[in-house]
């Protein structure tokens, strides 16, 4: 999960202004993302039991829930998003931004490399839940702090019609959910 591409499917925005002529103060957004991942090397150390081995380029995939349609579901149970901001002046916001993602290790043929039970090992094998099956099934969970750069790109003549290009900077923390079994030892799942 080194790296991943958000894409924002739906955006619903809600302002509150206190007269037709002035800014919006406060904004909220709610969206639903998909994301794709690189693969990624996943590396285990257990010292007490002789094991330092790596699966070597493990695809990941998210988990949309989308299946049976967008509206068939609660508001929260696909991966969504959403944004608090508010507008300190034209030019600048502030925003919390929340994003709910989810990470699975997809069906493969896994690489196994390094160290298992003290013996030397580098093999292939399938991808099964019982040897190893990682999930951020109930979220990444992505918490953010952003300052907002608002640059003007189109306005008409009366504006009724504006184009801003947002860019944001942030920082943050992660809070997941991880539940996993590897080589047929299940964690107990926790944030």
């Given at each position: 999960?080194k790296?991943?591409?958000?894409?924002l499917?739906?955006?619903?925005q809600?302002?509150?202004?206190?007269?037709?002529?002035?800014?919006?103060?406060?904004?909220f957004?709610?969206?639903?993302?998909k994301?794709?991942y690189?693969?990624n090397?996943?590396?285990?150390?257990?010292?007490?039991?002789?094991?330092?081995?790596t699966?070597?380029?493990?695809?990941?995939?998210d988990?949309t829930?989308?299946?049976?349609?967008?509206?068939?579901?609660?508001?929260?149970?696909?991966?969504y998003?959403?944004?608090?901001?508010?507008?300190?002046?034209?030019k600048?916001a502030?925003e919390l931004?929340?994003?709910?993602?989810?990470y699975?290790?997809?069906?493969?043929?896994?690489?196994m490399?390094?160290?298992?039970g003290?013996?030397?090992?580098?093999?292939?094998?399938?991808?099964?839940?019982?040897?190893l099956?990682?999930?951020?099934n109930?979220?990444?969970?992505f918490f953010?702090?952003?300052?907002?750069?608002?640059?003007?790109?189109?306005?008409?003549?009366?504006?009724r019609?504006?184009?801003k290009?947002?860019?944001?900077?942030?920082?943050?923390?992660v809070?997941?959910?991880?539940?996993?079994t590897i080589?047929g030892?299940?964690?107990?799942?926790?944030?």
């Open positions: 999960m790296k991943y591409l958000f894409l499917f739906i955006l619903i809600f302002t509150i202004t206190s007269a037709r002529d002035t800014m919006p103060r406060f904004y957004s709610w969206g639903y993302n994301e794709w690189a693969n090397n996943i590396r285990i150390t257990q010292n007490d039991l002789q094991n330092k081995y699966f070597v380029k493990v695809k990941g995939v988990k829930g989308w299946s049976d349609g967008i509206f068939n579901k609660d508001l929260t149970i696909p991966q998003n959403y944004r608090l901001g508010y507008n300190i002046n034209k600048w502030f931004n929340f994003d709910h993602t989810k699975q290790v997809a069906e493969q043929t896994l690489h490399s390094g160290t298992y003290g013996r030397m090992v580098d093999s292939s094998f399938a991808q099964t839940r019982n040897n099956s990682y999930e951020l109930n979220g990444a969970n953010l702090f952003n300052m907002v750069r608002k640059i003007d790109l189109y306005k008409d003549i009366k504006e019609v504006n184009v290009l947002l860019l944001k900077g942030g920082a943050g923390f809070y997941p959910h991880v539940e996993n080589m030892q299940s964690n107990k799942p926790h944030f």
